[in-house]
């Protein structure tokens, strides 16, 4: 049995999920929108062994309060894309219910998946898994040449499942498939296994004074601290430094976070220039369909 609350117009919900419950078989639940507590309760309902969601859906099912009353225990696998999944989430999700949520990568452009951690050997925490069959997978720097093992380059791709372009949109098609390779705009190293772990997004990434700061590097520790919810880092403008690292918060309930606290903790863990200097507070963080924080909309306020 599969439970599926992911917008069905996504591809990595056509294209995995329902395909995949099509492909076995496999009776599916649907559900229209995410309630952490909703679906607790239909995974108890109904036996749910399978579950594909988005991070935001896997924090609602690890940090609202009460859900401890539903039985999980059906549950074989679970399932995580459209954006990046802090390792903290996952760890407490296998505390909650013993599964180890597989993690995979890709985007609209290709069909969707990219890399999978379902067609490796091993699940790795923290990484995307390896380049799924027929893929190939590079990491360049800004000259589209490949980085040094090790190191952070742009993903780039091609294979069978790469789009043949924009509509009507021919600059942009050929910018995004230069010599061949499909530029994605993410960031990534990847490890002596070939396993490849999402650093960030290109345009995401925050410049202080020469440095680079990943802002999900940040995001990870921001959501290891007992008061805080939801976490996004974003840069703005700074005189002296190009760009200095801002946090924006979602408290946990009846707790009051003071900035200067996050950022002594957040100094505890990182080097001093990835610390944020600002700090917002929010009562929740603006977010598509798929559950991507939109960070364009936390940068202009």
């Known amino acids: 049995m599969l439970l599926l609350v992911l917008p069905l117009?996504?591809?990595?919900?056509?294209?995995?999920?329902?395909?995949?419950?099509?492909?076995s078989a496999m009776p599916f639940?649907?559900?229209?929108?995410?309630?952490?507590?909703?679906?607790?309760?239909?995974?108890?309902?109904?036996?749910?062994?399978m579950f594909y969601g988005a991070p935001p859906m896997y924090f609602g099912l690890v940090n609202t309060p009460g859900l401890e009353k539903y039985d999980l225990s059906s549950l074989r696998g679970a399932f995580s894309g459209a954006a990046p999944l802090p390792v903290v989430i996952l760890e407490r999700f296998k505390e909650r219910t013993g599964v180890e949520i597989c993690e995979g990568y890709g985007l609209s452009e290709t069909a969707p998946t990219l890399c999978s951690n379902a067609v490796a050997a091993l699940n790795k925490p923290g990484t995307v898994g390896l380049p799924i069959p027929g893929v190939e997978i590079r990491l360049v720097d800004d000259r589209d040449e490949d980085v040094t093992p090790g190191e952070v380059g742009e993903i780039v791709a091609r294979g069978p499942n790469i789009f043949k372009g924009y509509w009507k949109r021919e600059t942009e098609t050929a910018e995004a498939l230069r010599g061949g390779w499909f530029h994605t705009g993410d960031l990534a190293r990847v490890d002596a296994d070939g396993y490849y772990t999402i650093v960030d997004r290109k345009k995401d990434m925050i410049l202080v004074s020469g440095y680079n700061v990943y802002p999900i590097e940040v995001e990870n520790v921001?959501?290891?601290?007992p008061k805080v919810l939801d976490?996004?880092?974003?840069?703005?403008?700074?005189?002296?430094?190009?760009?200095?690292?801002?946090?924006?918060?979602?408290?946990?309930?009846?707790?009051?976070?003071?900035?200067?606290?996050i950022i002594d903790f957040c100094r505890e863990y990182l080097a001093a220039f990835k610390a944020p200097r600002h700090v917002e507070i929010?009562?929740?963080?603006?977010?598509?369909?798929?559950g991507k924080v939109l960070k364009r909309e936390l940068r202009v306020r």
Do not use: C, M
């Open 231 to 261: 976490a996004a880092v974003v840069g703005i403008p700074d005189e002296y430094q190009g760009e200095s690292v801002k946090a924006i918060l979602v408290p946990r309930p009846e707790e009051r976070i003071e900035a200067k606290e």
């Open 29 to 49: 639940v649907l559900v229209s929108r995410f309630d952490a507590e909703r679906v607790s309760l239909l995974i108890e309902q109904y036996r749910v062994t």
């Open 9 to 23: 117009f996504h591809a990595y919900a056509l294209n995995l999920a329902i395909n995949r419950a099509f492909l």
């Open 282 to 290: 929010r009562d929740e963080l603006p977010k598509s369909a798929t």
């Open 222 to 225: 921001l959501l290891r601290h």
